[in-house]
């Protein structure tokens, strides 16, 4: 008799309580999912009794077969080896650069016995410092370009500080008096020349003043600037006092380099400020993270990165994904990073940090002043960078495309629906009862078709089925489908709301002798109800296609909403002060006259009311009542709308 294989759930009972790191694999092998946890087991079981609310796990259990774990000694080692881990599976689930391309860096080569900087894209070496990534190649070549002019050190790519390389690496023992070898065996190189090189090639710098060198360019490409500065005017003061103009002469021109780039990036929180600002923006499953990296209170980089994921992971998960794995690349740490939520780990990501930087690193949400200033900054600029991103790459046509493709699948329908029409009522206890009708053709807002309706029907209380049979008697009329301003016969027809709203407008259509495509939305669990069958569709979290529907949903939302107030707040202006007693014409045009407008009136008090001519005290609280009676109707409305 054959053994039967245990279940996941039972599986995952035989895991170690102990900290570790978990690797959620498909029938394939192939890894989708890595993460980490305090106590393994607790936190897998959320998983597979899908006690994890975040709206990726049904479906991301729904392809998981089977799971690896690796035990560790602390949370801390469970979060470096889940950097690793992710790095080297590059599981679908997990947030990560969406172009899993190499970033440019500034790399200092510490082993070397004359260290040089260069510009690489290189996975870290052992032995090298590495600063950035930077998004902007041409930003990185510059800061080189300006450091080197500041500080003189080799680069890399010279022919003649790599032969100097190779020879002293073959003699090791001769490093000591490395500057007398080479001046024997070397020749200079051009930078030299130019006076753009320190002369290591030619031994004309000893190993002790060049360290002191490229501990310079290090200390200002983590951003101590001014304390490079500092230096630089000692050692000027210094060479003038030895009549060595020539030397002072030489460091002036170094520090005017220095505050030039300074005078440039103007001061924008305080001025020992060390910190990174980190902000976000997201679409349906695409999202963008920009770093302000602030360094002596000015941002020296800025740098752009879009990732897989967006609206489809919860706002913290995507945040956290991306700290792990933007500092898991740079070494430089600055002493606060700034975010516009709390990470649910973040004291681990915290202690992770500091233990990288040797000093304390904190996460912080700023509330107020410069630096949550600062962060809303952030968040435009990664707006802007993921819009440019969606233009050059096509994004947004590759997705409109798929999600029709996807709509014509779920919904059996007989061909992609290239224009949508969708109907939403809007009321308040039956009054101002409007119903809008918005397009979409290809899969974006045609808003040239977009219709506005007044519903007829005398209604004493809401009734969205009576509103929007109405509706879509005049929508689909014969007279109104052969009106050319109405547009073409729809390929869809989307109702706000569950299998009542689709069985009333499938009842008026045919009434009308139509068949079109319906379907219903509800907005509670975003389920998409259809004719044939009573249970609903479920389209994928994070799907084109659910984006797309739920867009077109939202957007009739609006415009519904918007026509309500527009005659609300008409009606309302007119008539609000009719309603109050003891308030005729001749009082009216005087409190009209006192404010000047209804603005201005609904934010008076009962005491500056009162100071109108000919109004008393009594009038003037019950003036005052209505006024709050007609805001608590707009709160409600507005409640109504979702906002």
């Known amino acids: 008799m054959a053994e039967v294989e245990p279940t996941l759930a039972e599986q995952v009972a035989q895991v170690p309580t102990e900290p570790g790191c978990y690797l959620w694999k498909d029938a394939a092998g192939t890894v989708v999912y890595v993460g980490k946890a305090?106590?393994?087991?607790?936190?897998?079981?959320?998983?597979?009794?899908?006690?994890?609310?975040?709206?990726?796990?049904?479906?991301?259990?729904?392809?998981?077969?089977?799971?690896?774990?690796?035990?560790?000694?602390?949370?801390?080692?469970?979060l470096v080896l889940e950097r690793e881990l992710i790095a080297q599976y590059h599981p679908y689930y997990n947030v990560d650069y969406k172009d899993d391309k190499s970033y440019p860096y500034i790399a200092v080569t510490e082993s070397d016995v004359y260290p040089a900087i260069k510009y690489t894209r290189e996975r870290h070496r052992k032995g090298t410092r590495y600063f950035g990534p930077y998004t902007d190649a041409k930003a990185a070549r510059e800061t080189i370009d300006i450091l080197r002019k500041a500080v003189p050190i080799c680069?890399?790519?010279?022919?003649?500080?790599?032969?100097?390389?190779?020879?002293?690496e073959s003699h090791p023992d001769e490093a000591a008096v490395a500057n007398f070898v080479l001046a024997e065996r070397g020749r200079p190189c051009f930078d030299y020349h130019v006076g753009r090189g320190p002369g290591v090639c030619c031994g004309a710098i000893n190993t002790v003043e060049y360290a002191r060198n490229?501990?310079?360019?290090?200390?200002?490409?983590?951003g101590n600037r001014s304390e490079i500065v500092g230096e630089m005017y000692e050692q000027m003061r210094t060479a003038a006092a030895e009549l060595d103009f020539e030397r002072a002469a030489r460091l002036k021109r170094r520090i005017e380099v220095l505050e030039g780039l300074d005078d440039r990036q103007k001061v924008i929180v305080g001025a020992?400020?060390?910190?990174?600002?980190?902000?976000?923006?997201?679409?349906?499953?695409?999202?963008?993270?920009?770093?302000?990296?602030?360094?002596?209170?000015?941002?020296?980089?800025?740098?752009?990165?879009?990732?897989?994921?967006?609206?489809?992971?919860?706002?913290?998960?995507?945040?956290?994904?991306?700290v792990k794995r933007y500092y898991d690349e740079t070494a430089d740490i600055p002493s606060e990073v700034d975010l516009a939520i709390d990470l649910p780990d973040g004291e681990a990501i915290a202690a992770w940090l500091a233990d990288k930087r040797g000093r304390v690193c904190r996460l912080h949400r700023p509330q107020r002043g410069e630096k949550k200033s600062l962060l809303e900054m952030a968040e435009r600029n990664a707006r802007h960078a993921l819009m440019r991103y969606m233009v050059r790459t096509g994004y947004a046509d590759d997705r409109t495309n798929q999600a029709l493709l996807e709509l014509e699948s779920a919904?059996?329908?007989?061909?992609?629906?290239?224009?949508?029409?969708?109907?939403?009522?809007?009321?308040?206890?039956?009054?101002?009862t409007v119903a809008s009708m918005?397009?979409?053709?290809?899969?974006?807002?045609?808003?040239?078709?977009?219709?506005?309706?007044?519903?007829?029907?005398?209604?004493?209380?809401?009734?969205?089925?009576?509103?929007?049979?109405?509706?879509?008697?005049?929508?689909?009329?014969?007279?109104?489908?052969?009106?050319?301003?109405?547009?073409?016969?729809?390929?869809?027809?989307?109702?706000d709301g569950g299998k009542p709203q689709l069985t009333a407008a499938m009842n008026q259509l045919a009434a009308l002798g139509l068949d079109i495509p319906v379907c219903g939305l509800a907005k509670s669990d975003e389920e998409v109800f259809v004719p044939w069958d009573d249970t609903p569709v479920v389209l994928p979290s994070g799907s084109a296609s659910l984006y797309l529907i739920k867009q077109v949903r939202d957007?009739?939302?609006?415009?519904?909403?918007?026509?309500?107030?527009?005659?609300?707040?008409?009606?309302?202006?007119?008539?609000?002060?009719?309603?109050?007693?003891?308030?005729?014409?001749?009082?009216?045009?005087?409190?009209?006259?006192?404010?000047?407008?209804?603005?201005?009136?609904?934010?008076?008090t009962v005491e500056q009311i009162a100071e109108v001519k000919g109004v008393s005290e009594q009038v003037a609280q019950d003036i005052w009542q209505t006024l709050r009676a007609y805001e608590a109707e707009d709160a409600q409305v507005s409640e109504a709308a979702g906002e």
């Open 38 to 78: 305090k106590n393994l087991r607790a936190r897998m079981r959320q998983y597979v009794t899908l006690q994890d609310e975040r709206d990726k796990i049904p479906f991301m259990m729904q392809v998981v077969r089977s799971f690896d774990y690796v035990v560790v000694g602390s949370e801390h080692e469970a």
């Open 438 to 495: 918005v397009v979409f053709t290809d899969g974006r807002p045609d808003k040239g078709q977009y219709r506005r309706f007044k519903v007829r029907a005398q209604l004493d209380e809401a009734n969205d089925f009576l509103s929007m049979e109405e509706v879509l008697g005049r929508r689909y009329a014969p007279e109104r489908m052969a009106d050319e301003r109405f547009g073409s016969r729809p390929d869809l027809l989307v109702v």
């Open 214 to 222: 490229v501990s310079q360019v290090e200390r200002f490409l983590a």
């Open 272 to 322: 020992q400020a060390n910190l990174d600002v980190v902000g976000f923006y997201r679409e349906e499953t695409i999202s963008c993270a920009c770093v302000f990296s602030v360094r002596e209170g000015r941002v020296v980089r800025t740098n752009e990165f879009v990732l897989n994921k967006g609206l489809d992971v919860g706002e913290d998960e995507l945040a956290e994904g991306f």
């Open 555 to 604: 957007e009739s939302h609006r415009f519904a909403i918007t026509f309500h107030r527009e005659l609300r707040d008409k009606a309302m202006t007119v008539s609000m002060l009719d309603e109050v007693p003891g308030v005729g014409p001749k009082r009216k045009r005087a409190i009209m006259r006192h404010f000047g407008s209804m603005r201005k009136l609904r934010a008076a």
């Open 411 to 432: 919904l059996a329908l007989d061909g992609p629906p290239l224009r949508i029409e969708c109907f939403d009522i809007s009321t308040l206890h039956g009054r101002f």
């Open 155 to 168: 680069m890399g790519t010279c022919a003649e500080w790599k032969r100097a390389r190779r020879y002293l």
